[in-house]
């Protein structure tokens, strides 16, 4: 089912140097059922996403952009759920995290007074001795350079922004050895931080939709694929 695999925009275990392949996978348990969605707060199809949100039932939801209404919707259908809540409803650059398991103070990450490109919370998992340093994102998207054909000046900053985010994501989790960091990373296949992403990690859509396709349930633009990546991890089921 294709919406199915539309669900996550990123998923990276991230052990030292960023390899999905530097630790043991620490739980050994029944798999852990992640599902990382941007809600689109412009065009949207509001009953398509709560209903897949609901079918999907994850242990841990990660959401971009939430707004206050979002926010609302979201405690009406699934407060008994997932009793452990955390919100930074903003629009564009708003994030939920909904869990099953108990989530630490969460921290919103920024630059230089700008948007908000993750929002990050300690995970506690039955059976782990540590929690999981779980960080939800959405970095800075290149759409309004590349609709307004902007000069080369405009895409290269654009670029080492977002790998700028990337890093400031890393520093946050560098004390844990668990990480998990899902989102919207809006890295085209031309970006640098692509590059980097894949020499250690799949783009998990590419190998069953090369051509392209839809992304979410939408009403309107954007409609293209985002890009998604994934190590493989028996005890994350996404």
């Known amino acids: 089912n294709w919406l199915r695999t539309t669900i996550v925009a990123l998923v990276t275990l991230l052990g030292s140097e960023c390899s999905p392949h530097a630790s043991e996978a620490p739980h050994s348990g029944a798999p852990i059922h992640l599902l990382s969605y941007n809600l689109l ?40 759920r997932y009793p452990h809540r955390r919100f930074a409803p903003a629009g564009s650059y708003g994030y939920a995290i909904l869990s099953k398991y108990r989530l630490g103070r969460s921290e919103i990450l920024r630059q230089r007074g700008g948007p908000p490109h993750a929002q990050c919370s300690p995970l506690y998992v039955p059976g782990l001795a540590e929690p999981i340093a779980l960080c939800n994102v959405h970095l800075k998207s290149p759409g309004s350079v590349v609709r307004r054909k902007r000069p ?54 590419r190998l069953r939709h090369p051509n392209g396709g839809s992304t979410f349930p939408v009403r309107s633009y954007p409609y293209a694929r985002l890009n998604r990546f994934l190590p493989i991890w028996p005890w994350l089921r996404i």
């Open 152 to 205: 080369w000046a405009y895409l290269k900053s654009n670029w080492w922004l977002r790998l700028r985010q990337w890093w400031h994501i890393q520093r946050w989790c560098i004390d844990h050895s668990t990480r998990i960091v899902a989102g919207d990373m809006n890295t085209p296949p031309w970006d640098p931080l692509y590059w980097q992403l894949t020499r250690n990690l799949q783009d998990a859509y």
């Open 41 to 80: 707060f412009r065009g949207s199809d509001v009953r398509s996403s709560l209903n897949m949100i609901e079918r999907e039932d994850a242990d841990v939801v990660l959401l971009q952009e939430v707004t206050p209404y979002w926010r609302q919707i979201l405690l009406r259908r699934f407060r008994k």
